[in-house]
């Protein structure tokens, strides 16, 4: 029995140190743009998994921490990816110096923890991958642990939030039905222009005219998807640029780095927003 209470405590001291390391201390500076915060509460208060929907760089991200911050919940990001297997979520027996020793993974660690765990761009794992979140986003919320052989049920204030990028949408990429329906989904896109500006102004240390200015310019840029670019510029690519101009380099050059070039290989295209650059400025 002594053996078993030493177990525990150290089972406990361990998640209360993740507990701390996971745990956002300050107000994440977010900007809402919609209902989308009052949508999550509501979400979170009948701990309904949540899908964010949008092209990347729109505020997805920055808004989960927010909402973590707000509802005092520690957060567990993962960058999901192709290689990326059931174990690497869930864990694995790991050798060390005492023999085969558990290793929680990041989903079993909000599982215990009772975090929100954000599985940001879900599509990009494979979805025998994705299927191991299914008896945590139906009535069940319990997390199998086929290697250890235990069923752990999942901690009442732990929520899954994935994001999703409808964009990349194909045959191949694309999430099953049956993990889709369990998710409510709250759409993002980038924010109107006067509201992006005073989020670009804020986060890259400019002035608002300057950000008026690339907001102008994302305009043009966006206005070009489909006719040879996947994606306009993102709000996050503003930043970037407006970061450059902070820092002394001159707008034209400060946009091709940070909203030309790393979007498109093709010189008309980057001739098409050189020109919308050169318009705006
Ligand atoms: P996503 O997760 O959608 O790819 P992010 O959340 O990383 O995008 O957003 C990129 C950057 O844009 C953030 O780091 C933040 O600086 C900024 N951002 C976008 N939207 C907002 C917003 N509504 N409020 C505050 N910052 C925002």
Not at 149 to 166: K, T, W
Request: aromatic letters at 6%.
């Amino acid at each position: 029995a002594g053996a078993i209470a030493a177990q525990t405590d150290h089972l406990a001291d361990h998640l209360a140190d993740h507990l701390a390391e996971f745990r956002i201390a300050s107000e994440p500076y977010y900007r809402p743009v919609g209902q989308e915060v009052e949508l999550f509460d509501a979400a979170y208060q009948a701990r309904m998994p949540i899908m964010l929907k949008g092209p990347t760089g729109c505020g997805k991200t920055r808004f989960v921490e927010h909402m973590a911050w707000r509802l005092g919940r520690p957060l567990i990001t993962v960058s999901c990816h192709e290689d990326m297997t059931a174990s690497d979520l869930v864990g694995r027996y790991l050798l060390d110096a005492e023999g085969t020793v558990w290793h929680d993974g990041p989903l079993t660690l909000a599982v215990r923890l009772g975090a929100i765990c954000y599985l940001d761009e879900i599509v990009e794992a494979r979805q025998d991958t994705t299927v191991v979140i299914h008896s945590l986003t139906d009535d069940r919320r319990i997390l199998p642990l086929e290697k250890k052989n235990e069923v752990l049920p999942a901690h009442p204030d732990f929520q899954v939030v994935i994001s999703y990028n409808p964009g990349y949408q194909s045959v191949l990429k694309d999430l099953k039905e049956s993990t889709k329906q369990r998710f409510g989904a709250i759409a993002f896109s980038y924010p109107e222009p006067a509201i992006e500006a005073e989020i670009v102004a804020r986060e890259a240390g400019i002035e608002r005219g300057t950000a008026d200015m690339l907001v102008r310019i994302a305009q043009r840029s966006r206005n070009l998807k489909g006719h040879g670019l996947d994606e306009g510029a993102s709000t996050r690519m503003l930043i970037n640029a407006g970061l450059l101009i902070a820092k002394g380099i001159a707008p034209a050059q400060a946009c091709q780095v940070a909203m030309v070039l790393p979007i498109t290989d093709d010189p008309e295209l980057r001739d098409a927003l050189t020109a919308a650059i050169a318009a705006c400025l």
